[in-house]
């Protein structure tokens, strides 16, 4: 898990920034503007803070508090974007989705089915990625979904049988629900080639 570090300028935006992280549980720290970087965070967000070019790996809060976090993300890894982000979906009442981008959890939630187009145009507009793998388990489709997915030329799709129920210890988290849980386990199927750029 990465740490980020916070440069706290403005209260709004660093307040909006703070809840982000919070929702993700990535650990972070808030810095003083000019205060120096612990060796231990790997990007910085500058909320309404002056910018003088003094931080390295560091991202300007752009009103977007997901986007923002999940470029930060990105940048701790020496990108400026994804290189692969392989997305997880569990398709019932309930989707449940789980997001890895270039090996590490970036989140895991479920959505109403009826709001599974939407939440998709979301991760295409939020997330900066040079390609999304979509593993889609084959429990109950979504033709609609799928859909969606193919009009995007940086995606490609995968059909994940459903039989395994276990994570790798890494990527444990407490309290997933169960739709939750199984978009974990099908977003990490090793089923495609292109599985050693996921870990």
């Excluded at 701790?76 to 090996?103: H, N, Y």
């Excluded at 039989?163 to 495609?192: C, E, M, Q």
């Amino acid at each position: 898990m990465r740490y980020l570090g916070i440069v706290v300028g403005d209260i709004k935006s660093s307040y909006d920034v703070i809840r982000e992280l919070k929702l993700r549980s990535i650990p972070f720290i808030l810095l003083k503007e000019g205060e120096p970087v612990p060796n231990h965070v790997s990007a910085i967000i500058l909320c309404g803070a002056k910018y003088g070019g003094a931080y390295e790996r560091a991202v300007i809060y752009d009103s977007n508090p997901r986007r923002t976090v999940l470029k930060a993300l990105s940048v701790a890894t020496g990108r400026e974007k994804f290189k692969l982000v392989v997305i997880g979906l569990d398709p019932g009442q309930s989707t449940g989705i789980a997001v890895i981008g270039d090996g590490e959890l970036l989140e895991a939630y479920a959505v109403p089915s009826s709001d599974l187009n939407r939440e998709l145009d979301k991760i295409f507009s939020t997330y900066e990625a040079e390609r999304f793998l979509f593993r889609v388990g084959t429990g109950r489709r979504s033709d609609s979904a799928l859909e969606r997915i193919s009009m995007d030329p940086r995606a490609s799709v995968e059909l994940v049988p459903e039989f395994k129920n276990w994570l790798p210890h890494v990527f444990k988290r407490k309290g997933l629900k169960r739709d939750v849980k199984s978009a974990l386990v099908i977003a990490l199927t090793a089923y495609a080639k292109g599985d050693e750029e996921l870990c």
